[in-house]
């Protein structure tokens, strides 16, 4: 791999900023200084900029629990991003895995597995994805079967059968919810079509990986080899209760 690239991939800046970097002799490489930016490095040479290592890394998985009024997106001229929280990371290409509403908190994968996040996102995959909610109504037994059927969101399919758990019943009623699909606004689109509205919206799963609750918002830690294990072995999910 080039030179410049390598320093890229992990951040050291852009590749004009890099290539200056290397030509002014602020690089070395296994401890000689190189000034040619096509210079060939192999991950695992140890490379250093104005003295500082930057060892080479090719995929980053990090489990984020989202605050509110935080975008899920790479950049974004207004608001903060999910990726402006992940102050540790090494490569400049990471990416949420889906995305949560603005208002939206919980657990959000960061990755650059772009084979990964395929698997996690695609439809036919239907894996679960589990949220917790504050809803503004009465919710009772009868959206529990409305979720479990499908509901009519606007578009030209039922969604797919929904698992609906009742924790609390009142005004404000207080639900889990477990979907298998990842439409735009899905989960506050199906209540709203129930007669309901989301006050509040948490998701605390997405396949085999969990939020840590220990994280606050805000938060994020590396995912563990057993989560990432799980994650990447990840089968069709089922609802066996739907």
């Not at 949560?100 to 908190?105: F, G, Q, Y």
């Not at 007669?195 to 830690?221: A, H, N």
Request: aromatic share 4%; glycine share 8%.
């Amino acid at each position: 791999m080039r030179l410049d690239k390598y320093l890229c991939d992990m951040g050291a800046g852009t590749r004009s900023q890099v290539k200056q970097k290397i030509r002014k002799g602020l690089v070395t490489l296994e401890g000689e200084k190189v000034t040619r930016p096509e210079c060939q490095v192999n991950p695992g040479q140890t490379v250093l900029v104005e003295g500082v290592p930057f060892i080479y890394t090719e995929l980053e998985y990090y489990m984020l629990n989202k605050p509110a009024g935080c975008v899920s997106a790479r950049t974004d001229g207004q608001c903060r991003t999910v990726l402006d929280l992940i102050v540790s990371k090494k490569r400049k290409d990471l990416f949420p895995v889906g995305r949560l509403d603005k208002d939206t908190e919980g657990l959000l994968l960061i990755t650059n597995d772009g084979k990964l996040a395929h698997r996690l996102l695609s439809p036919r995959h239907h894996v679960d994805k589990t949220y917790e909610a504050k809803i503004q109504g009465r919710v009772t037994e009868e959206h529990v079967k409305r979720f479990r059927e499908g509901l009519d969101i606007g578009e030209e399919r039922l969604t797919l059968p929904a698992l609906l758990e009742i924790l609390s019943s009142g005004e404000i009623s207080r639900i889990r919810v477990t979907i298998q699909e990842g439409k735009y606004h899905q989960i506050k689109r199906m209540f709203h079509a129930a007669g309901c509205e989301v006050l509040y919206l948490k998701r605390l799963s997405m396949g085999s990986l969990t939020l840590d609750e220990s994280l606050q918002p805000g938060e994020y830690r590396p995912l563990t080899e057993e989560e990432l294990a799980e994650l990447q072995n990840e089968r069709k999910g089922e609802m066996d209760a739907v």
